[in-house]
């Protein structure tokens, strides 16, 4: 990698963590977030936990093309949303921290009430938002799946397209 490419990768941001390893999963690159999410891993091998997720890319590389997004997943004990690529030649990682105060929850709340969701239905927005599957919300609401489906349904008839399933949910 190049040094007008290592400055174009360190400037993502400050939250956004990017780090590209080898095939042999020796780190090649850092930038500032990783750096200091993971401490300093230039040339060694990566242990840490986005590795094992990486595990997951592997396992089905042949169907998602050597990509996969993780939601709302635990990392070392933070929530992180991460984007893991195997391009062939190097695996990159992207890990996005996600705030877990409760002021977020709060913004989602009056974003769906301002949309003319029921309470029924922004409870169960928050747990899609959550990354909670439909079996884990009727088990956690005790409600029938199919009972889900309708407040679902409601609900995303009351919100923009772009927030459908798909772009909630990994």
């Given at each position: 990698m190049n040094e007008q490419d290592s400055q174009k990768l360190s400037c993502l941001g400050e939250k956004l963590g990017v780090c590209i390893k080898d095939q042999?999963?020796?780190?090649?690159?850092?930038?500032?977030?990783?750096?200091?999410?993971?401490?300093?891993?230039?040339?060694?091998?990566?242990?840490?936990?986005?590795?094992?997720?990486?595990?997951?890319?592997?396992?089905?590389?042949?169907?998602?093309?050597g990509m996969k997004l993780f939601k709302n997943t635990d990392l070392d004990g933070s929530k992180v949303d991460a984007m893991i690529v195997n391009d062939g030649n190097n695996i990159t990682t992207f890990l996005y921290p996600l705030d877990e105060n409760q002021d977020k929850y709060q913004k989602?709340?009056?974003?769906?009430v301002e949309k003319g969701l029921t309470?029924?239905?922004?409870?169960?927005?928050?747990?899609?938002?959550q990354g909670m599957t439909n079996a884990e919300i009727a088990e956690k609401l005790f409600i029938s799946k199919a009972t889900l489906k309708t407040h679902l349904n409601n609900a995303y008839k009351k919100l923009p397209s772009s927030i459908r399933p798909s772009q909630l949910r990994a």
């Open positions: 042999n999963k020796t780190v090649l690159f850092q930038n500032g977030a990783s750096l200091k999410m993971c401490g300093n891993l230039t040339g060694q091998v990566c242990g840490k936990a986005c590795m094992k997720l990486y595990h997951q890319v592997e396992e089905c590389s042949a169907i998602s093309q989602q709340e009056e974003y769906f309470k029924s239905e922004i409870r169960i927005m928050q747990m899609v938002l």
